[in-house]
């Protein structure tokens, strides 16, 4: 199971500033690696899921959104 409140790719330039393009393109796989391995995905908000099936490519049948933290 893996649960976050938002992708790696949703965070560049939200909170996260200057990353080099090798750091994003380490995170980003690593990002990617982990939602691949992952057989079920938890996120807070469907502004994470949408992007875990837009930029990602997940299968949207694994992901459930739980509101928490401040999406609740």
């Given at each position: ?30 990002e990617?690696?982990?939602?691949n ?15 875990a ?20």
């Amino acid at each position: 199971i893996y649960l976050s409140d938002a992708t790696y790719h949703l965070m560049l330039d939200y909170y996260f500033f200057g990353v080099s393009e090798n750091d994003k393109k380490c995170f980003n796989k690593s990002e990617q690696d982990a939602l691949n391995k992952a057989t079920d995905i938890i996120y807070s908000s469907d502004w994470a899921k949408k992007d875990a099936v837009s930029y990602y490519g997940v299968n949207e049948d694994k992901i459930h959104v739980l509101p928490f933290g401040g999406n609740l």
